[in-house]
């Protein structure tokens, strides 16, 4: 297992557009998180699942942000109608739910890059 | 809220210095603390981290501890190197839902230069 994968690493899309981002965790981790990462700021928590079921979503995730995680594997993220402001990194994590989720690393992927223009 | 402070950069070390970065944090309950590090076009990754109050983490020379009397748990290194250029995350988990979500509450990142 290499880790967690997230595709593609860059997206350059013109406003008003829609665009889906894909996380691959590392097999086995029940737990998915998705943060957002502006410039000069550290990552901020956006949604969780664990397995296919989305437990928690942030107040930063507008209804033009939804997630899926359909079979408990992979994830998507997509953004309807992007905005100049949806620009940002966008990382996924995992970790295994086998541990006290409290101690647990979280083991992130290299991010996409989204660019609105 | 959850919320973590972290030392404004960028800072800039000589080769073989040695490093503080200072984090404190404000949580309820008792969060575990964490220091993650992203070196240039590498993801996040786990450097260390600590539990419990009074508990140290370390690796790779590096170390902080989990002052819960100064909420603090900020991050030294004896002597750094070129290659621990990076910039260096502390974080600590939740706030927690009830859902079964620990996220973490990042603070806003220190970048760190080391040159020769």
């Known amino acids: 297992d290499t880790g967690v994968s997230q595709d593609p690493r860059h997206k350059i899309t013109k406003r008003g557009q829609n665009v889906t981002f894909r996380c691959d965790p590392i097999?086995?981790?029940?737990?998915l998180y998705w943060y957002r990462q502006t410039l000069g700021q550290g990552p901020e928590f956006l949604t969780y699942?664990?397995?296919?079921?989305?437990?928690?979503k942030s107040r930063l995730l507008s209804d033009r942000f939804s997630a899926e995680r359909p079979k408990g594997s992979f994830s998507t993220l997509e953004i309807q109608r992007t905005e100049q402001g949806d620009s940002a990194m966008y990382l996924c994590?995992?970790?295994?739910?086998?541990?006290?989720?409290?101690?647990?690393?979280?083991?992130f992927g290299q991010g996409t890059r989204l660019t609105v223009v | 809220g959850n919320s973590v402070t972290q030392m404004e950069g960028p800072v800039t070390l000589s080769e073989e210095a040695f490093l503080t970065i200072n984090c404190t944090y404000t949580a309820t309950g008792y969060p575990s603390l964490f220091w993650y590090v992203q070196y240039p076009g590498e993801g996040l990754q786990l450097l260390l981290k600590a539990t419990k109050a009074d508990d140290k983490g370390s690796n790779k020379g590096f170390e902080a501890t989990y002052r819960k009397e100064t909420t603090s748990f900020h991050l030294e290194k004896g002597s750094v190197q070129v290659s621990d250029s990076a910039v260096y995350f502390c974080a600590l988990s939740g706030p927690y839902s009830g859902a079964g979500s620990y996220q973490l509450t990042f603070g806003k990142g220190t970048k760190l230069s080391v040159i020769p």
């Open positions: 699942f664990q397995n296919e079921a989305q437990l928690e």
């Open positions: 994590a995992s970790s295994p739910t086998w541990a006290r989720a409290e101690n647990t690393e979280a083991f």
């Open positions: 097999s086995e981790h029940n737990r």
